[in-house]
């Protein structure tokens, strides 16, 4: 069964310390789709403009990634523009246009109703709630934020979360929304308010997992140079769901295994500007990185003993 995101497909420009693009491919909808499809089939439900070129959609049909529920309508595609600080976790957006996305109103096709996985990205939660209701029972169903929609749609966010099975957002995030300064207490809080999980984003220092059953912190994987962490987070949520939907089912052992796998994919996206590095991945590269990754975090420390 494939994985269902909802997102954004547009066009980003982007200022690092490493140097700056114009109008390159971007949007939650495309990072998510690229790592989603190393594990499982992933169809994508997004809006883009007359100005979206062929070669772009081929980057995507050549991966088998199914976009029969992009529409494409007379005008622009969403575009953003940003300026990343010295230390890549802070930026600061420039521009934002929602041009052809700001009318969207999606249609689920009737297999896309039928999913059993659906990622919502970070769009408003009314948008959100709209295509969750089309979905007839998904087994999963998880959801991005942001801080514009915690301020501004704040209880239309707090009644999807009760819909939820799973919450991503970044630390700064989780801290608006539970009202808890330390981020133990902020992803233990959210979790009471619906998710069966909340995962924490928190760029270079990693992810923490919080559910029921406990918390559970992952790192970074070690990147010698990072050139743009544009899209880290949606491709940490696209390996993730993606790794999800390969297993065939959640619980507490899955999740974990999914941060692992969320942040192994996520690590490539930030080498390069844009999609370059994910559009050239395979899964040998993956393979590869997630035993590193293990080696990593493995102590291999005999029993402390006491003297």
């Given amino acids: 069964m494939s994985v269902v995101v909802v997102g954004t497909i547009g066009y980003d420009s982007v200022q690092t310390l490493r140097g700056e693009v114009s109008d390159a491919l971007g949007g939650s909808a495309a990072y998510f ?58 930026r600061e957006t420039l521009g934002l246009e929602l041009n052809v996305f700001a009318r969207f109103n999606p249609t689920l096709l009737p297999d896309q109703r039928r999913s059993d996985y659906l990622f919502l990205a970070n769009v408003s939660p009314e948008l959100q709630s709209r295509v969750l209701m089309q979905v007839a029972n998904p087994k999963v169903v998880g959801a991005d934020t942001m801080n514009h929609w915690i301020e501004n749609e704040r209880a239309g966010l707090l009644e999807l979360m009760k819909r939820l099975t799973i919450l991503m957002l970044n630390d ?20 009471k308010m619906g998710p069966e999980a909340v995962v924490v ?18 790192p970074a994987y070690p990147v010698e140079e990072v050139v743009d962490p544009t899209g880290a987070g949606d491709t940490f949520a696209g390996a993730f769901m993606g790794y999800i939907a390969r297993v065939g089912r959640v619980n507490e052992a899955v999740r974990r295994a999914a941060v692992v796998y969320g942040a192994v994919v ?28 293990n080696e990593l975090t493995d102590s291999q420390s005999p029993r402390w003993t006491s003297p």
């Fill in 172 to 191: 700064d995030e989780a801290r608006m929304l539970s009202g808890e300064h330390n981020l133990v207490k902020a992803g233990r809080a959210l979790v």
């Fill in 201 to 218: 984003k928190r760029g270079e220092a990693g992810v923490l997992h919080f559910s029921q059953d406990g918390v559970f912190a992952a």
């Fill in 33 to 90: 789709a690229l790592a989603a499809r190393f594990f499982s089939p992933v169809s994508v439900v997004a809006a883009v403009g007359s100005d979206f070129s062929s070669d772009d959609y081929r980057l995507f049909s050549e991966r088998a990634i199914d976009l029969r529920g992009v529409e494409r309508h007379e005008g622009k595609s969403f575009r953003w523009k940003a300026r990343y600080h010295d230390d890549m976790n802070r």
């Fill in 266 to 293: 996520a690590s490539f996206v930030v080498e390069s500007f844009s999609l370059g590095r994910m559009s050239a991945l395979s899964w040998e590269d993956i393979a590869q990185r997630h035993r590193a990754y």
